[in-house]
């Protein structure tokens, strides 16, 4: 996970948008993302990202 954290550091893009980044890429990462949203885990997923975003924000202002 340190790269996507690195990638929400260095560009002004949500988590949205990463992730929807990736699906139009077509490739591995999109055929999991689709494939969890497809049972039911969009919340799931979204909560996860949520998260992972706040504690990159977080760290890139020196919080721990």
């Known amino acids: 996970m340190a ?12 988590p949205f948008e990463t ?15 689709l494939e969890m949203r497809g049972c039911s885990f ?3 997923v979204n909560t996860g990202l949520e998260a992972a975003y706040q504690k990159t924000m977080s760290l ?5």
């Open 19 to 33: 992730v929807a980044s990736f699906i139009d890429h077509q490739r591995t990462t999109a055929a999991a993302i």
């Open 60 to 64: 890139s202002s020196g919080e721990m």
């Open 3 to 14: 790269v996507a954290g690195e990638l929400q550091e260095r560009k002004a893009t949500s």
């Open 42 to 44: 969009e919340v799931i």
